[in-house]
């Protein structure tokens, strides 16, 4: 999906400016005496910033977007708009790092968690192409989701891991890009998905699973995952994007049934933060730092109550930093 030029950014956040509602924070007195305000720390060239926004089914994110906005990466770019409109003035600021957290809609679940299914979805974004994505992200990643819901050592039913610029073809890999992707899979993903495989095996984590992912790169993943000495397993779940393509291929469909591998549809932008698209939405606020952060990570969670067929809870957690 190609990415928002600049305009196209200050067109989203310009639009989003006048038509949300406004909220209320409720920090203790030791979180208000670290920010005294964000003209205060405005220019500060902060090496790390945390973003929590609010319940998009509450704040009215999601109801805001249509159809085809939903299928891109508005939804996101608006709640991290709406959390930096109304929170920056009541940020964290310890040191270095900041943290921009809308207090109104965070918190526990309203019912036993066992009421609810939770599903998360990690998108990498920053990692070099030929290092290994960050295990200490995934650890960072999983506390900020404690945070965010509430609930420590949280079980979390679906897990989608997404890699990097990572897009489905469904025309399959010739030989070369087999390689370049075993040789991807070996060196960048593995120490994660023996992490989440851990993760996995202990019960914190339901199913397993990835997103964009051929028939011929679940075969490599499923390969090298349980290979002797890797003790990590199997995808248990692919996600698919099908806004480019009308209809799975068949051999994917097969080796799922074969493998009992959940086939899921999602309408996540490949490129979900870009880097230019994070810089526009900090640059009103925390000019000194937007030009040198980049997003680490996104995640994406949800709750969803299964006996009600409702979706309670569903928020964006952004984790950048500078070079």
């Known amino acids: 999906m190609t990415a928002l030029s600049s305009e196209a950014h200050n067109g989203v956040i310009?639009?989003?400016?006048?038509?949300?509602?406004?909220?209320?924070?409720?920090?203790?007195?030791n979180q208000s005496t670290e920010a005294s305000?964000?003209?205060a720390f405005a220019n500060n060239a902060f090496s790390h910033l945390t973003l929590y926004t609010g319940n998009t089914m509450r704040t009215g994110t999601t109801g805001q977007l249509n159809t085809s906005l939903k299928?891109?990466?508005?939804?996101?770019?608006?709640?991290?708009?709406?959390?930096?409109?109304?929170s920056v003035d009541t940020a964290r600021v310890k040191g270095s790092s900041i943290t921009i957290t809308d207090e109104t809609?965070?918190?526990?679940?309203?019912?036993d968690r066992s009421l609810y299914e939770v599903t998360v979805k990690m998108f990498y974004l920053s990692a070099t192409e030929g290092t290994p994505l960050s295990v200490e992200q995934l650890t960072v990643a999983f506390a900020e989701l404690e945070t965010a819901m509430g609930i420590p050592d949280i079980k979390i039913d679906h897990f989608i891991l997404s890699l990097p610029h990572q897009s489905f073809d469904e025309n399959g890999l010739d030989e070369s890009e087999v390689e370049a992707f075993t040789t991807e899979i070996k060196t960048s993903v593995l120490p994660v998905w023996k992490k989440?495989?851990?993760?996995r095996q202990s019960g914190r984590i339901g199913r397993l699973g990835v997103a964009e992912f051929s028939k011929?790169?679940?075969?490599?993943?499923?390969?090298?995952?349980?290979?002797?000495?890797?003790?990590?397993?199997?995808p248990e779940v692919n996600q698919v994007n099908l806004q480019d393509?009308?209809?799975?291929?068949?051999?994917?469909?097969?080796?799922?049934?074969?493998?009992?591998?959940?086939?899921?549809?999602h309408g996540d932008a490949v490129e979900?933060?870009?880097?230019?698209?994070?810089?526009?939405?900090?640059?009103?606020?925390?000019?000194?730092?937007?030009?040198?952060?980049?997003?680490?990570f996104v995640l994406k969670y949800s709750a969803f109550i299964t006996s009600r067929g409702l979706v309670a809870k569903k928020g964006y957690i952004v984790d950048a930093s500078s070079a």
Request: proline share 5%; net charge negative; aromatic share 4%.
């Open 14 to 29: 310009n639009s989003y400016t006048n038509g949300s509602t406004q909220h209320n924070s409720n920090l203790s007195d």
């Open 105 to 111: 809609s965070l918190g526990p679940l309203a019912a």
């Open 245 to 265: 393509c009308c209809v799975l291929p068949r051999d994917l469909i097969n080796y799922a049934k074969e493998q009992g591998i959940e086939l899921l549809t």
């Open 37 to 39: 305000g964000a003209r």
């Open 71 to 86: 299928k891109s990466n508005q939804e996101l770019v608006s709640a991290v708009q709406d959390t930096l409109l109304y």
């Open 216 to 234: 011929q790169q679940l075969e490599i993943l499923k390969t090298l995952a349980t290979a002797e000495g890797a003790n990590a397993v199997a």
């Open 196 to 199: 989440l495989s851990e993760l």
């Open 272 to 296: 979900i933060l870009p880097k230019n698209t994070f810089t526009a939405l900090l640059q009103p606020y925390l000019p000194g730092a937007a030009a040198s952060l980049t997003p680490n």
